[in-house]
């Protein structure tokens, strides 16, 4: 039961432009997500998070915005650099019930272009 | 230490033979969580530690694995008679609570290869 999706694989964006990626959850639970980044070799890393109480939330070039009555969020990185060429993981949290887990989406490869 | 270290960070090991990977967590830090990820796959929780308890290890596969942490530090995961399926990137992360709006710190992960 994959409560944390990811549908797109990979993404391919144009150096300077907007890179959007998005995620879907199922567990109406979830209360806290958090996007995290991985290049090759190395460990996530985390970028930005959003409680379920905000639809937005900005931090420099990211913004992740939150549809509680869709279940999605989307991370939007704007302008996109080539050093945001990695792996992005969608995480989610039920926090306020206590929940000492992330729970993980699939990953989407992001590809910046000269 | 300065970050969460693992080791080895590759490991290269027959079918049927058990291995051990080893997770450093960062000091001070009192919760440590072992997940996995495979060849496509996302993140699969396994097992965390709050100190050196595991109150949650819904997520280890199979009884040929087992972990523990010892002086609420240092963690082992253990997964005895590998089979090919075990292969996978093996990544810890400690918090230096339970977990925390800034959710965990990981380490690069121990990639190991059944063969």
């Known amino acids: 039961d994959q409560q944390v999706k990811q549908n797109s694989p990979s993404l391919s964006v144009q150096e300077g432009r907007i890179s959007i990626l998005n995620c879907d959850y199922t567990n109406s639970m979830f209360d806290y997500f958090l996007w995290y980044k991985k290049y090759p070799a190395e460990g996530p890393t985390f970028l930005i998070s959003?409680?379920?109480?905000?639809d937005k939330n900005e931090d420099g070039r990211f913004t992740v915005f939150l549809n509680k009555s869709a279940k999605h969020l989307s991370l939007h990185i704007v302008p996109s650099q080539p050093g945001d060429s990695a792996v992005y993981f969608c995480?989610?949290?039920?926090?306020?019930?206590?929940?000492?887990?992330?729970?993980f989406g699939q990953g989407t490869r992001l590809t910046i272009n000269p | 230490g300065a970050g969460v270290s693992q080791s080895p960070s590759n490991k290269v090991t027959e079918k049927g033979k058990d291995v051990e990977l080893r997770c450093d967590p960062i000091s001070g830090h009192t919760a440590l969580y072992w997940y996995r990820q495979s060849l496509g796959q996302g993140l699969e929780f396994l097992i965390y530690?709050?100190?050196?308890?595991?109150?949650?290890k819904s997520g280890l596969p199979s009884d040929r694995f087992s972990a523990e942490r010892t002086g609420g530090s240092v963690s082992t995961l253990t997964i005895q008679r590998t089979q090919q399926e075990d292969s996978a990137v093996y990544l810890c992360?400690?918090?230096?609570?339970?977990?925390?709006?800034?959710?965990?710190?990981f380490g690069s992960g121990t990639r190991l290869t059944v063969v």
């Open positions: 959003i409680s379920s109480i905000k």
């Open positions: 530690f709050q100190g050196n308890s595991a109150p949650d």
């Open positions: 992360a400690s918090s230096q609570d339970l977990l925390g709006i800034y959710g965990y710190t």
């Open positions: 995480a989610a949290s039920a926090i306020n019930q206590g929940a000492q887990k992330l729970v």
